[in-house]
């Protein structure tokens, strides 16, 4: 039956580094659905800046997702630090979590050519609250028995954990309010630090449920 | 004749970089063949639903991408953990591994856009085909007698190498099928984990043909 | 309260490594708004000359902007160098300059494919002033006191600040002359160096103010 | 006037990193100047294997670049291996190397749609050739005094250097062919390996002139 890859540093550094490049990507490519607007020759800067304008919403999404998918790799970066060993258990979870963050470009591009209709919002918040489930999974794993350094503190885990949680709340709150007022569906993932705030005060341990 | 680059542990870690690097980008690239539909202003949401519905064999083959990627890399991942030096054999080999990788775009957009079909799905798991030959062949050099690490027990290099079988004979069965029933091709990868139970029955050291 | 990620060296590497990352991917996806020109078959040499003179000023775009993000990133390096541990602060202000390089693609191509026009001059330059703003903000992070490395000479720290601020000063100039003779902006960046010399000549100490 | 970054291994490492990074984009961003052909729906099969058939050129091209940028990334793999420590003079003419590569994806693409056009390979052979002189620049800093590691054997070095100039003059024969045979431009760096034996004869030390 055989282990395959022994536990080591390395492997876990290779995960490490694989997500990183995968997050890194994936930010740098939502430019790409950034269409340049063609406008005629000798035209008046007032068609230029008309242009501009009409990209507004193309130039919200992009901003909001660049943010978005840091904020994950900020997240991812926080787990992992707090990880001292490698487990096969992590890869597929891990995998699922960054197919979420790749699919970014296409969503992100979705909504913001359609900014304000429901179904954009709705599969933009739905991916968001499924990235952040398998944000939750992933941490879970890497603060687990399985990959957790010897000597990290309880509360640099539940940190982590309270965090993955405010953002699955709030991603599920944007979800909700997407399917009544759609305009207001990304606007509602700002409930986040609120959901943060809250959770910071449940009583140790109860957290993770 | 001088070898040129020393056999150090620098390149490894280099080849195995600019290996991650290229798994990184061409799973994060097959987004960019997933196209944004484009749906009047006001339409009703069911105009949206329907334009996401016809996108779904693209959902699907992007998806399936998502994870043949990321098993390869995962299996080279596996693989490379065993290597203990770095040997001027794998260079090669391993740089035509990964044109197939970053072929994925191509192949899965092909298929994409033409579900069913023969073509595209005989292409589709014939690249496939291809890149698992390959890197059973990349596995070999790397868990052989230049590059293995000295303590890596006997069973570790099987279960790489059982692996790297039950992959190549899973995409020469979806190959065949693609032929005779297209649709049923992609699905007959799903034989894989079969031929993984089969290989592993089969007495020790035969597995290496 | 509890920190979260620990002050390590690791976390240090990790967000060196995601940067570089978006550095490597936004100056090598500038390409891609270089588009191929159609060309009929059998066409005579000179229509293929006069189809690449017509690209000029996109091939000119392209390399400015290449190696603008190449100073950015050379910049970047030259700072986190002096860096000896991390500190959360930094990523926040990282990640917003990092966002104005994957931009970097964008405003390139709308300058290319109107030059001489004054607001897309006026777009990239001031693109380019917030970049710069936004690096002198991390490298003041990176060099403080949070970060900085033990064993780092004042002058060293000082020499990265000054060119910090010189690139800024560069900017500004460029954004100035780009409203005036939009013709000139990008031609104004060429006042760097300029500038670099004379804050080489400012009192040691007074270049942060 | 203070050196700014410490000649430390870490700045090394970054910019191999860098570089490593800017090959793997452009050797998979290859990918995407291959056009899916667009086929209606129940089709023969031959309409799909025509398809492909007029895709051929587009293969090759696409091949063709991806062993090249390879083979370029092997040779700076095997030069840097060759480093002790950093220098910033390798900075510039690493980020002008760097270039050439990351401006592979456009030249490979008008070359393909165009096989055979004059102008088309001519620039294809020139940015080849400007690749390698580059690249022997890099390598000739990178093996030279200022970051040449202590131990490494005179022989390792003059490989590298006429590997490096074994590809200049197969890039200079296949521009000069290109421009009058257009169709054998390609071709003739196939005359690569025959100048490395040439070289390989030269007496000892002669070949960095």
Redesign the interface.
């Known amino acids: 039956m055989?282990?395959?890859?022994?536990g080591?540093d390395?492997?876990l550094e290779?995960?490490?580094?694989?997500s990183?490049?995968?997050?890194?990507?994936?930010?740098?490519?939502?430019?790409?659905?950034?269409h340049?607007?063609?406008?005629p020759?000798g035209?008046p800067?007032s068609a230029?800046?008309q242009a501009?304008a009409q990209l507004v919403p193309s130039f919200i999404g992009y901003?909001f997702s660049?943010?978005v998918i840091?904020a994950f790799?900020?997240g991812h970066?926080?787990a992992f630090?707090?990880a001292g060993r490698y487990s096969a258990k992590v890869?597929s979870w891990n995998?699922v979590f960054?197919?979420t963050m790749?699919?970014m470009?296409?969503v992100t591009?979705?909504l913001s050519?359609?900014i304000g209709?429901?179904?954009?919002t709705v599969?933009y918040c739905a991916v968001m609250l499924a990235a952040a489930l398998l944000n939750m999974r992933v941490q879970r794993i890497v603060t687990g028995p399985d990959m957790l350094a010897a000597d990290v503190?309880h509360?640099?885990v539940?940190?982590?954990r309270k965090?993955g949680l405010s953002v699955a709340l709030g991603a599920a709150t944007a979800l909700a309010v997407s399917f009544v007022v759609p305009v207001l569906g990304q606007v509602s993932l700002a409930t986040i630090p609120l959901w943060r705030r809250l959770i910071a005060r449940m009583p140790k341990g109860e957290e993770g449920a």
């Open positions: 055989a282990g395959g890859a022994g080591t390395h492997a290779r995960l490490v580094f694989f990183d490049a995968v997050f890194a990507i994936a930010i740098t490519l939502l430019v790409i659905e950034l340049v607007p063609h406008i020759r035209a800067d230029y800046w501009l901003f660049f943010f840091g790799w900020a970066h926080r630090t707090l890869l995998m960054l197919l790749a699919f470009p296409f591009a979705f050519q359609n209709a429901r179904v954009p599969v503190a509360e640099d539940a940190y982590v965090r």
